[in-house]
């Protein structure tokens, strides 16, 4: 009896003996009961803590009272125990009480990966207050649109001259009794109108806050907003309230994660997976949290080995840049047990498994807004999780909440339906879309935007009056139930670990006085994980391309997008063709992707050595393509 089966057999006991005696017909079995297994210690230590009410900021405070002294966050050679990280949230939290917020107000904050972030956050969640995450790759009108629309009360800048600067191209856009609080500079060094958040923290007691000021707390009170892109063009806040950060927080319970583990957070702490998982998960157990303000794939393993790393978490394009590193002869000496994350392709899984010795690779599939997850923690490559017959029955008892994967009209991004007008389930060797039911503790997917939470939900799925949750992804499944992320499907895709609206990108090239129409799409680029931003331009009066258009093209995307959502191709056109709806008609220019061959228009490509775009040709498009877009 191998290990594996050892494990399964006592943790499942008799129904182990049963599972052993039918593997031969079902092969597929055991991978499911590992992943219930792994599932079920998630499942269980979320719901007691629901019932028990035992939120984020209460996680905290217990780990502060058992280990005060231990190290919470490794940041720059520097250790910040969860005393300390406690003593600087009680003066947030000090300082917060003279802002004269109520319980349920909401402070936007737009800070690096630094500690600062950490200790604002819990400060403010000692008093019930929200704390927005602003995307600190945002600029101009999207970084307007992400502080306005949470209706932020108060702002917080991080340690950094960028982030100021952003700040201050918008700032008489900003409501004028908004306080403007930044950390890292002292009153001299500040333009008029803000405060340092360094001299204020120091005036203000670090003195404990009573619980009974956050005691009307319930499970459907929000924690924060994390943004995302989506079909508006512009950021949506998506809901964390108190139950579905409880969730988060014991998603690495299906990786056994405890207080001896450290985990290293490289990705921003804006993302759910980062501070959901990453740091969320840390609090709850009380381990220890490496954290760098940037990723750098010189010193990522230098830091795996200082730190004495033993969890990493990942998306896919990190692990394609580590594997660009010339090896050597220390890829394989660290601690690391697990690494977790999403968005590792089968082209570099076992690549990345053999030649940096990670001994187990869990990938997952999820969405901020989602209701589930899905997960593969049997190791079979490239899978994002399972979905098999008993897999969707022992979702459905442990949450009530069952998930499906529906087939789906890429074309015209609709579900297929049935002549009763109800969705049909995938097959095995099918591809569909992920759906899942949504919760007794569903508040909505978005702040405010009641249109971008309706677009989310599937109405009458299977029954009359019943609602999903749409991912929006397409997958497809194998023999053994495995399910493989095939594509985005709608108006966003995701470059750099970052979604893109396309929509976003279109509003911002669509100023430009010369464009009549703009596409965005995303197209496949090879050795690249996800889909680099093109754009298809026609032009007013049918007008060649002129230098000065595309240097236009280039600045204004400069400017108003991040650096991720600016498109790295373009592509001219005399018309577009349009769905009979008068919809631009996506499915052919995304067919067509990067192919020279296909493309009879004129393209061009992102030069940022001659900050413009740049004729794209056969003579070119190797060297183009193989550098680090």
């Known amino acids: 009896m191998s290990n594996r089966d050892r494990i399964i057999f006592g943790a499942t006991g008799a129904t182990g003996i049963a599972a052993m005696a039918w593997r031969a017909w079902y092969p597929w079995l055991l991978d499911d009961l590992t992943t219930i297994r792994s599932t079920n210690r998630q499942a269980t230590k979320s719901i007691q803590d629901a019932e028990n009410k035992r939120f984020i900021i209460d996680m905290f405070e217990e780990q502060v009272k058992r280990v005060p002294k231990k190290p919470f966050i490794l940041f720059e050679d520097k250790i910040y125990t969860y005393e300390f990280v406690n003593t600087m949230a009680n003066r947030v939290a000090n300082l917060a009480l003279t802002w004269g917020l109520k319980q349920g107000d909401t402070v936007a904050t737009v800070i690096y990966n630094q500690p600062a972030f950490v200790w604002t956050l819990l400060g403010l969640l000692k008093l019930g207050l929200v704390d927005a995450f602003i995307n600190y790759h945002t600029k101009s009108r999207p970084l307007l649109h992400s502080i306005l629309v949470c209706d932020a009360k108060v702002l917080i800048i991080g340690d950094g001259d960028e982030l100021l600067e952003s700040i201050d191209t918008i700032r008489d856009k900003l409501p004028v009794d908004m306080p403007i609080y930044v950390y890292g500079k002292g009153d001299s060094k500040l333009p008029g109108g803000y405060l340092s958040m360094d001299l204020e923290l120091l005036r203000v007691h670090p003195a404990e806050i009573c619980k009974t000021v956050r005691s009307e707390l319930s499970l459907k009170s929000l924690v924060c907003f994390i943004y995302t892109s989506g079909t508006t063009g512009l950021p949506k806040p998506a809901i964390i309230n108190q139950a579905k950060a409880i969730g988060l927080s014991k998603f690495y319970q299906q990786i056994w994660y405890n207080e001896a583990d450290t985990v290293y957070v490289v990705t921003p702490l804006y993302h759910s997976a980062a501070c959901g998982h990453g740091l969320f998960n840390t609090i709850d157990v009380g381990a220890t949290l490496v954290l760098r303000q940037r990723f750098s794939a010189r010193y990522y393993w230098e830091d795996v080995r200082k730190y004495k790393v033993t969890v990493l978490p990942y998306i896919g394009e990190l692990c394609r840049y580590l594997l660009r590193v010339p090896q050597n002869d220390l890829d394989g000496v660290h601690s690391v047990r697990v690494a977790v994350g999403n968005g590792l392709r089968p082209d570099i899984w076992n690549e990345y498994r053999t030649r940096f010795k990670i001994p187990w690779i869990v990938e997952f599939f999820g969405a901020t807004e989602g209701t589930t997850t899905f997960i593969n923690v049997t190791g079979q490559v490239g899978a994002i999780g399972r979905w098999s017959p008993l897999m969707r029955v022992a979702a459905k008892g442990r949450f009530g909440v069952t998930s499906h994967v529906i087939k789906y009209d890429v074309v015209n991004n609709i579900p297929v339906r049935n002549d009763n007008g109800r ?185 940022v050595v001659k900050r413009t775009y740049s004729p794209l040709t056969w003579d070119n498009y190797q060297h183009v393509v193989t550098s680090r877009l």
Not at 463 to 483: I, K, S, T, W
Request: glycine letters at 8%; a negative charge; proline letters at 5%.
């Open 423 to 607: 969705c049909i389930p995938i097959k095995k060797g099918e591809e569909g879309v992920p759906i899942s039911g949504i919760p007794p503790s569903y508040s909505g997917f978005y702040k405010g935007d009641i249109e971008a939470s309706q677009k989310k939900i599937l109405i009458d799925v299977f029954e009359e009056g019943d609602r999903y949750f749409n991912f929006g992804d397409l997958v497809y499944m194998d023999a053994h139930y495995n399910l493989y992320f095939r594509d985005r499907v709608g108006d966003t895709f995701r470059w750099k670990g970052e979604n893109v609206s396309t929509r976003e990108v279109c509003d911002v090239i669509s100023t430009l006085p010369f464009t009549q129409d703009v596409n965005v799409y995303g197209v496949r680029v090879p050795d690249s994980d996800g889909r680099a931003g093109m754009a298809a331009i026609s032009l007013k009066g049918e007008k060649d391309v002129q230098p000065e258009m595309l240097q236009a093209i280039f600045r204004i995307c400069e400017t108003d997008l991040p650096a991720y959502a600016r498109p790295l191709f373009l592509r001219f056109q005399k018309e577009f063709v349009v769905t009979q709806t008068m919809k631009h008609r996506k499915v052919d220019l995304i067919g067509d992707g990067l192919d020279l061959g296909k493309i009879t228009d004129p393209v061009y490509y992102l030069d």
